[in-house]
């Protein structure tokens, strides 16, 4: 028998590194050639990572969460015959731990993993678990929760350290806890108490309050997203500016071209029209539609329109991009929308229809708010925000008219476009979903 070592294979476009997302296999797992290992996250999408080899796995890298270097260890599995790694062979390796970062290189793919830690003594046992050593007499179930005493004004209650650290881990105010013990400091018996019958309040209403807490760590498309968030906000000064949108003759039109079309064209929202009036804007102000590099201090325009349309799926929030559209008709950018949004919703769009986007548009649909400041998708410049729709009396100068109204809400990255570029793109979109025909006459 032998040990393989399948390493971290280059993802391409330049990558060094990528988080280890979900693991399919665990230690003793017999696997086959060509069985999905693992599964990482890039910048840009999920890779899983399949077996070349069959056997059975002695060693993983790390846990969901660790960044793993492209080229360093991501997986051991014992083979029939002599394997790949006579180093590992001579000592299996132990899973490693997930607190240790791993910076296995691809050079060092012939070391041996490190040593486990070894266990805690008994006497750096948290004090809980003394708690819980009590004869049954003294047990939580058995002992009444003690009288609480007021406490006077900067009074503080009285507790040893591991006590109070309890109390912190619980998320339990000490001063609201009775003490049994000498001068009313509070045991660890009293604490158990507290946990087991609540508050004198609590027990009147005969409800409990919920002291549990729980660590959820960031990982995959989550900590993809938090990361870009912060990268977009800590470098980019935004501007927004909320217009209001008269969108009943948009409506109406989008209402007689799916009665005549739908059935052999497809069904038309309101994206489509938002996309198409996004591309005649941005032909007057192709400053919009742009990526700006901050640290080259070059903003490139482009003449191409690829709009990233932000979509929400079970994994987070995905981009996936509507090439050309300047080439597309209403009907076209439809089809896109839906064929893009369903495979960002089933984790199957490629890193191409991830990325490439030269503005973006944001919606929550009919969950959307009156008003929203959209984040602006770096390193794009602007960003198109759709609120919610709703039938609003407007003032048509002799009487107030039921019409349907959407807010705007699109935000601009204020180093590259100034206030006044940013009002008139706003009021050229308003113009245009206003006055829906203007949409479709061509220079």
């Given at each position: 028998m032998g040990i393989f070592t399948i390493t971290l294979p280059d993802i391409?476009?330049?990558?060094?590194?990528?988080?280890?997302?979900?693991?399919?296999?665990?230690?003793?797992?017999?696997?086959?050639?060509?069985?999905?290992?693992?599964?990482?996250?890039?910048?840009?999408?999920?890779?899983?990572?399949?077996?070349?080899?069959?056997?059975?796995?002695?060693?993983?890298?790390?846990?969901?969460?660790?960044?793993?270097?492209?080229?360093?260890?991501?997986?051991?599995?014992?083979?029939?015959?002599?394997?790949?790694?006579?180093?590992?062979?001579?000592?299996?390796?132990?899973?490693?731990?997930?607190?240790?970062?791993?910076?296995?290189?691809?050079?060092?793919?012939?070391?041996?993993?490190?040593?486990?830690?070894p266990e805690k003594s008994a006497e750096k046992s948290p004090p809980k678990a003394e708690a819980k050593s009590q004869p049954a007499s003294q047990s939580q179930a058995a002992r009444p929760a003690a009288a609480h005493r007021p406490l006077a004004a900067g009074e503080k209650p009285l507790a040893s350290p591991a006590v109070r650290r309890r109390a912190q881990e619980a998320g339990i105010d000490l001063r609201r806890v009775g003490g049994s013990g000498p001068a009313g400091r509070i045991l660890h018996e009293?604490?158990?108490?507290?946990?087991?019958?609540?508050?004198?309040?609590?027990?009147?209403?005969?409800?409990?309050?919920?002291?549990?807490?729980?660590?959820?760590?960031?990982?995959?498309?989550?900590?993809?997203?938090?990361?870009?968030?912060?990268l977009s906000k800590s470098r980019i000064p935004h501007i927004t500016i909320v217009e209001e949108v008269d969108v009943t003759a948009v409506e109406e039109l989008r209402g007689q071209l799916n009665a005549a079309h739908a059935a052999n064209r497809g069904k038309l929202t309101l994206l489509p029209f938002v996309m198409r009036a996004i591309v005649m804007a941005v032909r007057e102000q192709p400053e919009m539609n742009a990526l700006y590099d901050d640290e080259g201090g070059v903003v490139r325009q482009y003449d191409a329109v690829h709009i990233g349309i932000a979509t929400q799926t079970p994994a987070g929030l995905t981009v996936p991009v509507?090439?050309?559209?300047?080439?597309?008709?209403?009907?076209?950018?439809?089809?896109?929308?839906?064929?893009?949004?369903?495979?960002?919703r089933e984790g199957?769009?490629?890193?191409?229809e991830l990325s490439g986007s030269t503005i973006t548009i944001t919606s929550l649909g009919p969950l959307g708010a009156i008003?929203?400041?959209?984040?602006?998708?770096?390193?794009?410049?602007?960003?198109?925000?759709?609120?919610?729709?709703?039938?609003?009396?407007?003032?048509?100068?002799?009487?107030?008219?039921?019409?349907?109204?959407?807010?705007?809400?699109?935000?601009?990255?204020?180093?590259?476009?100034?206030?006044?570029?940013?009002?008139?793109?706003?009021?050229?979109?308003?113009?245009?979903?206003?006055?829906?025909?203007l949409m479709f006459v061509e220079d």
């Open positions: 391409g476009e330049g990558i060094a590194e990528a988080e280890l997302t979900e693991w399919n296999v665990a230690i003793g797992d017999e696997v086959q050639d060509e069985d999905v290992l693992g599964t990482v996250m890039t910048d840009k999408a999920a890779v899983e990572i399949p077996s070349t080899v069959a056997g059975k796995v002695v060693w993983l890298c790390g846990e969901p969460g660790d960044v793993i270097a492209i080229g360093a260890k991501f997986i051991q599995i014992e083979v029939e015959g002599e394997g790949n790694d006579s180093a590992a062979a001579d000592a299996p390796a132990p899973k490693a731990d997930a607190k240790d970062k791993t910076d296995d290189t691809a050079e060092a793919a012939g070391e041996k993993p490190a040593a486990p830690a009293d604490l158990d108490a507290y946990i087991e019958h609540g508050p004198p309040t609590a027990r009147q209403s005969g409800r409990m309050p919920a002291l549990g807490t729980r660590d959820v760590k960031v990982v995959g498309m989550r900590r993809r997203i938090a990361e870009k968030m912060a509507a090439r050309h559209t300047e080439a597309r008709s209403v009907w076209d950018c439809a089809a896109e929308v839906v064929r893009l949004a369903e495979a960002a199957k769009a490629s890193r191409e008003a929203t400041t959209p984040i602006i998708n770096h390193p794009e410049v602007a960003i198109v925000g759709i609120n919610k729709m709703a039938v609003r009396p407007l003032w048509d100068g002799k009487e107030f008219q039921p019409r349907k109204v959407m807010n705007i809400s699109c935000s601009f990255d204020h180093r590259v476009i100034d206030g006044w570029d940013a009002a008139v793109f706003v009021q050229k979109l308003k113009s245009l979903l206003e006055t829906p025909a």
